[in-house]
């Protein structure tokens, strides 16, 4: 079990620029979820998958924000035309349908955006 | 609309007291609660889970209790350990439609500090 990994670990980037974050889940989990982290909150929901499909997004998630997960393994975040209000914590989290789940958190993207 | 609240932002305990930090909730329908762990720089790592049909639930120092009717739980450390400041976060799913648990909804947070 090497946990959920997240790549990068940090990310600097300018407003208007895209934006793409990869996680790769615990491998024998078949769900993977998306949240953002601000300061002072908690984790806040974006979106989920059960293997290859997306079965929620928050309404939160505006269409700039879109996430795949092909094949039901890893999965990329990506985010067009940034803006600073975008600066967050991204946590990448899987777990295993049917256990009454616990998630599994990856370390999280960094993101600044200028 | 904040589904779960927790409504410390903080806590100092001395070393070796007992830590409690609490959590209320106002969906009903909610089945399962957690509660995470969360260092700096960290992504959140699970603590102790509940499921509503229970009222309590004891691993090692920590014990979650369940009052589903204030639609209150707590988190109790005993005996608290430096090692234990963090920040900690409540969370709460119910069972979907598709069947298992849906997605967690977390509270803000409670950052305890242990105190040598």
């Known amino acids: 079990d090497t946990g959920v990994s997240q790549d990068p670990r940090h990310k600097i980037t300018k407003r208007g620029q895209n934006v793409t974050f990869r996680c790769d889940p615990i491998s024998e989990h078949n769900r993977l979820y998306w949240y953002r982290q601000t300061l002072g909150q908690g984790p806040e929901f974006l979106t989920y998958?059960?293997?290859?499909?997306?079965?929620?997004k928050s309404r939160l998630l505006s269409d700039r924000f879109s996430a795949e997960r092909p094949k039901g393994s890893f999965s990329t975040l990506e985010i067009q035309r940034t803006e600073q209000g975008d600066s967050a914590m991204y946590l990448c989290?899987?777990?295993?349908?049917?256990?009454?789940?616990?998630?599994?958190f990856g370390s999280g993207t960094q993101l600044s955006v200028l | 609309d904040q589904q779960v609240k927790q409504n410390s932002p903080s806590l100092s305990v001395q070393e070796g007291r007992i830590s409690i930090l609490n959590c209320d909730y106002t969906n009903s329908m909610f089945d399962y609660f957690l509660w995470y762990k969360k260092y700096p720089a960290e992504g959140p790592t699970f603590l102790i889970s509940?499921?509503?049909?229970?009222d309590k639930n004891e691993d090692g120092r920590f014990t979650v209790f369940l009052n589903k009717s204030a639609k209150h739980l707590s988190l109790h450390i005993v005996p608290s350990q430096p090692g234990d400041s963090a920040v900690y976060f409540c969370a709460a799913s119910a069972y979907g439609t598709q069947g298992g648990s849906e997605k967690l909804v977390f509270g803000k947070g409670t950052k305890l500090t242990v105190n040598p």
């Open positions: 998958f059960q293997n290859e499909a997306q079965l929620e």
């Open positions: 989290a899987s777990s295993l349908f049917g256990t009454n789940e616990k998630l599994f």
């Open positions: 509940i499921s509503s049909i229970k």
